[in-house]
Nanobody, 129 residues
Framework: QVHLVESGGGSVQSGRSLTLSCELSGFTFEQYCLAWFRQIPGREREGVTRIDSEGMAKYSDAVKGRFTISTDLAKSTFHLEMKRLKPEDTAIYYC???????????????????????WGQGTQVTVSS
């Protein structure tokens, strides 16, 4: 059974940094996608970043250049390093994981935003101005 557990949320002032972690258990796929999403109450969940098992990472325009996703496979953990935080980054952050697919010899394909099969419980990040 797959479990994802986030940690590292909290409250910080604008401009500061925070790192979230997501610990995976029971996830043994060779080709995979690991992702971070966030949700503001009353709004749809939005993709923040994702990385595949070949190391290809993508970021939303809102966080590009400020957030970094990384993996620590030895610890079955992946991280979201968030720098220069802004009040608009305030949200519940969720980690997610799923199998990646591939068409022929092309790049790995990750699921669409809400099609990820495995999710963490969410962790609150609050950025004050």
């Amino acid at each position: 059974q797959v479990h994802l557990v986030e940690s590292g949320g909290g409250s910080v002032q604008s401009g500061r940094s925070l790192t979230l972690s997501c610990e995976l258990s029971g996830f043994t796929f060779e080709q995979y996608c690991l992702a971070w999403f966030r949700q503001i109450p009353g709004r749809e969940r939005e993709g923040v970043t994702r990385i595949d098992s070949e190391g290809m990472a993508k970021y939303s325009d809102a966080v590009k250049g400020r957030f970094t996703i990384s993996t620590d496979l030895a610890k079955s953990t992946f991280h979201l390093e968030m720098k220069r935080l802004k009040p608009e980054d305030t949200a519940i952050y969720y980690c997610a994981a799923d199998v990646a697919t591939r068409n022929g010899v092309g790049p790995l394909i990750c699921p669409r935003a809400n099609e990820y099969k495995y999710w963490g419980q969410g962790t609150q990040v609050t950025v004050s101005s």
